[in-house]
């Protein structure tokens, strides 16, 4: 069973800062793709950034250059760096996991309780 522990939402203006964390096991952090996806209201969730088993990064174009997805692998924590903040970002953000060790674009078949980020302008 995939467990996933988001922590680190919150509220900020826009072009502040956010960092967004996943803790999960060891099995699933080594082995697997791992991604964020996000959620605004009304509207379909979408994939933000992905990372496969061996560090190779993907990001939506809207966060290119914005946020940074990256590992510790001590800690078997993902997570998202958030910079530049924008209103369109605000949205529950979820952990997801892919049961394989490549990634396929931002599909994902596991997802965390999410944590909201809302920008104000």
């Known amino acids: 069973q995939v467990q996933l522990a988001e922590s680190g939402g919150g509220s900020v203006q826009a072009g502040g800062s956010l960092t967004l964390s996943c803790a999960t096991s060891s099995r699933t952090f080594n082995n697997y793709c791992m991604g964020w996806s996000r959620q605004a209201p009304g509207k379909e969730r979408e994939g933000v950034a992905s990372?496969?088993?061996?560090?190779?990064?993907a990001y939506t174009d809207s966060v290119k250059g914005r946020f940074t997805i990256s590992k510790d692998n001590a800690k078997n924590t993902l997570y998202l760096q958030m910079d530049n903040l924008k209103p369109e970002d605000t949205a529950m953000y979820y952990c997801a996991v892919r049961r394989t060790w490549y990634c396929e674009g931002f599909e994902y078949e596991h997802w965390g309780q999410g944590a909201q980020v809302t920008v104000s302008s």
């Open positions: 990372i496969n088993r061996n560090g190779a990064t």
